[in-house]
């Protein structure tokens, strides 16, 4: 049973670089059926996609957070991460990391959701 | 402020049929498929509807999606106590070089 763990400081300084990994266990991140999310959710709020990579290292991010976010795979350990760079406050939230599952069809993906997530990994911002 | 609009609440009692809505745009929901993700207290979301109206293996026949032109529906028939949770849509929109967005969330209390 695949199962993803996010990993990293829970506490950080304003304009500091947010570093969180996900590790995947029971799974390979390279197969090309899968992609990775992050996600985030502040306190008694709802969800913020963040962005996604894929097996090739292509990424997409919200772009809301683009000009600060970097994702990245490590395909040797089966993590991948996320950099948030010049946090504040506004980024104090829960993170949770996420599969994404797609099969081609036809010469195209069909996108099938975020299947298996993360517990999720509090980071707060505060001087 | 989500892209996608949902009411954020819901009840309903044992039994009953719960409906909720999410309402967005041509340039995400009009074009793209819809997914809904369950999110109980305290713990991280839950896939139970892609494509539309497919539930992912393990989720009940009890909840089923639809959606209609830029709008989209979830419903909980024979609503349970174990449903009292929050509920997000979610899609992708094609605008600013394409990113998922996921609506405003719903709380459903089970009464």
């Known amino acids: 049973q695949v199962q993803l763990q996010e990993s990293g400081p829970g506490l950080l300084k304003p304009s500091q670089t947010l570093s969180l990994t996900c590790t995947v266990s029971d799974d390979s991140i390279s197969r090309s059926n899968y992609y990775w999310s992050w996600i985030r959710q502040p306190a008694g709020k709802g969800l913020e996609w963040i962005g996604r990579?894929?097996?090739?290292?292509?990424?997409s991010y919200n772009p809301s957070l683009k000009s600060r976010v970097t994702m990245s795979l490590d395909t040797s350990k089966d993590q991948f991460s996320l950099k948030l760079r010049s946090v504040t406050a506004a980024d104090t939230a829960v993170y949770y990391c996420?599969?994404?599952?797609?099969?081609?069809?036809?010469?195209?993906?069909?996108?099938?959701?975020?299947?298996?997530w993360g517990q999720g990994t509090s980071v707060t911002v505060s001087s | 402020q989500s892209v996608l609009t949902q009411p954020p609440s819901a009840s309903g009692t044992p039994g009953q049929r719960v409906t909720i809505s999410c309402s967005g745009s041509?340039?995400?929901?009009?074009?793209?498929?819809v997914y809904w993700y369950q999110q109980l207290p305290r713990t991280a979301p839950k896939l139970l509807i892609y494509?539309?109206?497919q539930r992912p293996s393990g989720v009940p026949d009890r909840f089923s999606g639809s959606k209609s032109g830029t709008s989209a529906s979830l419903a909980i028939s024979g609503l349970q106590s174990e449903d009292e949770a929050d509920f997000y849509c979610a899609a992708w929109d094609v605008s600013l070089s394409g990113h998922f967005v996921f609506g405003s969330g719903t709380k459903v209390t089970v009464l």
């Open positions: 990579i894929y097996p090739s290292g292509s990424a």
């Open positions: 494509s539309n109206n």
């Open positions: 996420a599969r994404g599952l797609r099969r081609l069809r036809l010469l195209k993906y069909d996108y099938y959701g975020l299947d298996v």
């Open positions: 041509n340039s995400n929901i009009g074009n793209k498929t």
